[in-house]
């Protein structure tokens, strides 16, 4: 259609309905199990009066490495004059712990929380639920409209895959973008972290610990050596050095296969997996902090050795997550976002992101994308709600953003 002069609409319910979070919530979408999630937000969108020719599967789940059954979603809104479109995104997965869901909307505390002991999946239902009420309003908006974006992701929860593999071609090219998924509204998070993921294969030598433990070279102590060495240097959790600031942690260690570590008391372990993750808003420093890491290891299986002088060995590896960004507090897009908070009766303020979002590969990408929040709180936890009030904050301050100067 040539534009959002669509006839024939369906009238508007309250904007706010909160049956259409309900709805959402209610919707199986774990991170890489997006298909009915998908659904749902395609059928929500051609409800709303979006034609289905307008909703587009970018097919980034055949270019993901792991096992993921749809792409991300994009639909363009064409607005009433030219110019390039704005960006409105969030992801549509929700961590494991949102598995069977079951959401009611406390109204005392005009709060949608879990009913059994899941996590609820405000994060990221919160601003799926966003995005199809922007698209609802903006389709029955009179006098000028833009063109508009809007983009919902596969995989976020896992790594940020779906905004990392992202076909950027099919966006139109966006001059800005804005990214829903947090708690307060005003909040707009304008940096954030880059991380690097981190593995390590420690090949030992086994041998009976009890008859010949000379004999053997222990993978599980070169993996304890090299941490206890990381963590003496000032590497290991918090890290400040040289005037810079990140974050490490080893989470991961396991057996061949994913199994345990070692396979029984009396053998010494001749191998073990380690994984582990560096963060900072320095992008040198993720390497140096992963480096780290590394030199521990290769030092300690050198360390590690049977009577015959043989020694441990580390196969190591690493790939960047996502890289850190920061937008200029002057720059376009924060004057917008604070007129807009403004316009809606909100206190703006600015913040860095200490994990990973969409906008780490939208910027990327090439388009500068602020995050704001719809009321999601207590993510990840079994105490999570969204708070209603928010919410509706969040629906008004995307509205002004599509439509404000």
Not at 116 to 145: F, H, M, P, W, Y
Request: hydrophobic share 35%; net charge negative.
């Amino acid at each position: 259609m040539d534009n959002l002069e669509y006839k024939n609409l369906p009238p508007l319910p309250d904007y706010y309905n909160e049956n259409l979070l309900l709805r959402l919530i209610s919707s199986p979408g774990t991170t890489g199990n997006e298909g009915p999630i998908a659904e749902l937000i395609r059928n929500e969108l051609i409800a709303v009066g979006v034609p289905a020719e307008s909703i587009v599967d970018d097919q980034a789940n055949k270019r993901i490495s792991v096992p993921t059954p749809c792409g991300n979603l994009i639909v363009k809104l064409k607005g009433s004059h030219p110019g390039r479109p704005l960006l409105f995104s969030t992801h549509m997965d929700t961590v494991p712990l949102c598995d069977g869901a079951v959401p009611e909307w406390v109204k005392d505390k005009n709060q949608i929380r879990s009913k059994g002991k899941t996590a609820l999946g405000g994060d990221n239902r919160t601003g799926c639920a966003v995005l199809i009420q922007l698209a609802a309003r903006l389709l029955r908006q009179e006098g000028i409209r833009p063109n508009i974006t809007l983009l919902f992701t596969v995989r976020e929860e896992s790594g940020l895959h779906g905004a990392r593999h992202l076909d950027t071609s099919l966006l139109g090219n966006p001059s800005m973008g804005f990214n829903v998924d947090g708690g307060e509204p005003a909040k707009f998070i304008r940096g954030a972290v880059g991380a690097e993921r981190w593995e390590a294969h420690i090949e030992g030598i086994a041998s009976h610990a009890g008859v010949h433990p000379d004999k053997g070279a222990s993978a599980t102590l070169v993996a304890s050596l090299a941490i206890s060495e990381v963590h003496r240097g000032g590497w290991f959790g918090k890290v400040v050095r040289e005037g810079r600031q990140g974050s490490s942690n080893v989470g991961i260690l396991s057996g061949r296969n994913g199994g345990t570590v070692g396979d029984a008391t009396n053998v010494v372990t001749d191998y073990l997996h380690i994984r582990g993750e560096s963060r900072s808003f320095d992008s040198d420093f993720v390497r140096k902090i992963t480096q780290a890491y590394e030199n521990a290891l290769v030092s300690a299986a050198n360390e590690v050795k049977t009577n015959t002088g043989q020694t441990a060995k580390v196969e190591f590896h690493s790939q960047i997550d996502y890289e850190a960004f920061l937008i200029p507090e002057d720059s376009a897009i924060i004057q917008k976002a604070f007129k807009a908070a403004n316009k809606t009766g909100l206190s703006p303020k600015l913040e860095l992101g200490r994990g990973g979002l969409d906008s780490n590969w939208i910027v990327k990408h090439g388009i500068q994308s602020l995050t704001f929040g719809a009321g999601q709180h207590e993510i990840h936890t079994i105490a999570e709600y969204v708070d209603m009030a928010e919410f509706k904050s969040g629906c008004d301050l995307a509205l002004e953003l599509a439509l404000g100067d």
